[in-house]
């Protein structure tokens, strides 16, 4: 510990050298009575007399450079709207990276943004994205994370032409949140990237000297009178789920799943918003892709993608969770069939947030338990200087005798315009109705980030009891302190091939806790940005573990690499070779491999076929028995009719459970809630009924298979 902090204090040192915070431009868009049309066109009367910018610099890959393509920006509002239009210029248009995709499937196009903090208080941001085909995505960025299962409700048209392509964007008041006053600041932050060439640029040009901190470099928005937004929402919807499961060799049909569901949202604020549902509908309409499962210590991370929880969701978020075995307090996924939920989340004044969630889950069968678990959550953030803030967060689940606690403080903290230190400290306590006695834990955590153009450091302490439990959150491993450094200096070469290079060296150091014994891990790497979309990253490990007071060695060497090949292909692969510990009761030595392979084919703008495999194999090393290989292989086709409209297919084989699945899907969104899905699944397993019992086959049985419907529409005031 001693030797870490050692490290540390002249890198912290070092940060609070630099002088003061730059001042942010202020842009005051125009107010018109008649709004533009939408329809990818700069012809309106309303663009001839908006502010406009222009002058876009890169932050990636690199800093401060001209980007090679000219891009205008314009901005403008009415009483109820917000109003945006790109010019994008480009002297080879046909080499625009376009396709028509579902919503937030953008990342392999060419792609315009708006970042929106609505609150200019650089705690968090809306980003609203839109590809030269109009393919809309959207985000909510905040303590360092960014979250694509936002769907906000706005409107753009896009159109490309002979000189590259233009964008228009409505954003309705009603959808996003805001402090209503005669004046009404907010911030902005307009972005552009060219896919071919791997290329991010903005206005207002990010300085160099702080890095990829977007919240504090902003242009401030300045509007005068804006309409107080009513805001009232009721979604209703409908779910049918008919299947067949297979019983003892005989495929039974089940009962028709009929659910109604009904969730409302009403503004008591622009900036304070109550959820409210009954019977909620949190069916997904795609599979989770298949994960390797065998040998984990730890459960595997899903991302929550269910739409009760988005509104304010930002809000759960703590710090020091980037490296840590605590990544959430609130991980809304355990969650899993709630009765009912309800939810107040939003601003009480210009440095306060809330966010306080209650649901009354329904009881697992399968865990034996009769009780229903029942939710309750509080959170609260006061911003700070900068995107820096101090936070509280309670979260309690109760299951009849069994109750669970986590209750402490975090934030984060701008030392410098470079620099940034964050923060936790939850303690727990934990009733199982057996013991007369909590058990009581803790999980501290302290990360430290440097980042600038010329270099990154990373540093972080962690300290985790054994007794710590949060039934609510996600948290990978107790019974540990851990210190990490790492250092990334970043080098820009003249080559004509490589753009950066990104070698890296670190070293982390963690004692267990249970056992007493340490284990450490030297990583050394080189990451390389070559020129147009291409990079690769080689990584080696020196490193040890220690599991059930048994130290283990977990060498292993990385490689990955990206490219997109040409306009119509990209390719993705990573590569993992070492040593690695079997996760039983009776642990031992072993080594593995872990491949994966990605391919991405589109042929024209409708059409995508996505292929991936995935494989993982473990070894026993004293004598060379191989335990387990693991592939998995999944095909997913889509045909995108319109922006609305798709059909979808779905094929993966697991060979490690010898069955395919099949997910078949026809999808269409009108607006984000008014929806109508309509599909078709099926398991089939590579065994046979025999003699009262299955067995190993070669052929393929079905053992479940079913027919999806479902159905919502959004009534907004």
């Known amino acids: ?203 207002p040009a990010l300085d160099p000297a702080r890095g990829y901190a977007f919240l504090p470099q902003m242009a401030v928005l300045e509007y005068e009178g804006l309409a107080r937004p009513t805001i009232l929402e009721l979604l209703p919807a409908f779910t049918l789920s008919q299947k067949s499961l297979r019983e003892n060799g005989i495929m039974v049909r089940q009962p028709d799943d009929r659910q109604w569901s009904l969730t409302g949202k009403y503004g008591i604020t622009p900036s304070l918003i109550l959820d409210a549902t009954v019977n909620p509908d949190f069916s997904q309409v795609e599979a989770d892709a298949g994960q390797v499962d065998a040998n984990l210590r730890s459960g595997l991370f899903f991302a929550e993608k269910r739409p009760f929880f988005l509104e304010g969701s930002e809000a759960f978020n703590i710090a020091a969770s980037q490296s840590g075995p605590l990544l959430a307090v609130l991980h809304s996924r355990t969650i899993v069939d709630p009765k009912w939920g309800a939810k107040l989340s939003g601003k009480l004044g210009q440095n306060d947030t809330i966010a306080v969630l209650s649901a009354l889950d329904t009881a697992d069968p399968a865990s034996g338990a009769t009780a229903d678990p029942r939710f309750s959550i509080l959170r609260y953030r006061r911003s700070t200087q900068e995107d820096g803030y101090l936070g509280a967060f309670y979260a ?110 670190g070293y982390t150091t963690l004692r267990d806790h249970p056992s007493g014994l340490r284990e450490g891990d030297a990583v050394f790497g080189l990451t390389t940005v070559f020129h147009g979309n291409g990079s690769a990253t080689l990584q080696w490990d020196d490193a040890t573990e220690v599991f059930l007071g048994q130290r283990f060695r977990t060498d292993g060497l990385r490689l990955s690499a990206k490219s997109q090949v040409h306009k119509t292909l990209s390719l993705q692969a990573t590569y993992w070779h070492g040593k690695g510990i079997r996760y039983t009761t009776d642990p031992f030595q072993g080594r593995g491999t872990q491949t994966s392979l990605a391919t991405t084919y589109q042929p024209g703008e409708s059409l995508n076929l996505t292929l991936n495999w995935t494989y993982a194999d473990f070894y026993r090393e004293a004598t060379g028995e191989r335990i387990y290989a693991y592939p998995i292989s999944r095909a997913r086709l889509t045909y995108q009719f319109t922006q609305s409209f798709f059909l979808r297919a779905i094929v993966e084989y697991n060979g490690f459970r010898r069955q395919m699945l099949t997910d078949l899907l026809a999808s269409y969104t009108y607006i984000p809630g008014t929806v109508i899905y309509l599909g078709y699944g099926s398991l089939a397993k590579k065994q046979e009924w025999e003699n009262g019992m299955y067995r190993p086959a070669d052929h393929y049985l079905d053992m479940q298979r079913g027919l999806f419907f479902k159905a919502s529409y959004l009534w907004r005031l």
């Open 396 to 505: 309690g689940r109760d299951q009849g005798p069994r109750t669970n606690r986590v209750l402490g403080p975090d934030g984060q903290i701008r030392l410098s315009p470079g620099s940034q230190l964050g923060f936790h400290a939850f303690a727990s306590s934990t009733q199982d109705g057996v013991s007369p006695e909590a058990q009581r834990g803790r999980a501290l955590g302290l990360e430290y980030l440097y980042d600038t153009s010329r270099l990154t450091v990373n540093a972080d302490i962690h300290d985790v009891t054994t007794d710590f439990i949060a039934d609510a959150g996600y948290l990978t491993r107790t019974g540990l302190t851990s210190e990490n450094l790492r250092l990334t200096p970043k080098f820009y070469p003249t080559s004509g091939w490589v753009r950066r290079l990104d070698p890296f060296v």
């Open 1 to 203: 510990m001693m030797r870490f902090r050692l490290l540390c204090a002249p890198l912290l040192a070092c940060t609070l050298l630099h002088a003061g915070y730059a001042a942010r431009p202020i842009l005051r868009p125009f107010k018109t009575n008649t709004p533009p049309v939408l329809d990818g066109r700069l012809d309106d009367p309303v663009w001839a007399q908006a502010r406009s910018v222009t002058d876009f610099e890169t932050f990636i890959p690199e800093f401060g450079k001209k980007q090679a393509e000219k891009t205008i920006a314009y901005m403008a509002y009415d009483e109820q709207n917000l109003y945006f239009t790109f010019r994008c210029f480009d002297d080879q248009p046909d080499k625009i990276k376009a396709t028509l995709s579902r919503r937030d499937d953008i990342a392999a196009s060419d792609f315009v943004c708006i970042n929106l903090d609505t609150f200019n208080d650089q705690q968090s941001l809306y980003a609203f994205y839109v590809t030269p085909l109009g393919v809309q995505g959207d985000s909510r960025f905040a303590s360092n994370k960014e979250d694509f299962s936002v769907d906000l409700v706005w409107d753009s048209a896009a159109r490309i032409d002979a000189e590259g392509y233009t964008v228009e964007i409505r954003i309705p008041l009603k959808s996003i949140r805001y402090l209503h006053r005669p004046t009404v600041q907010m911030a902005v932050f307009f972005e552009r990237t060219i896919n071919r060439r791997l290329e991010h640029g903005s206005f």
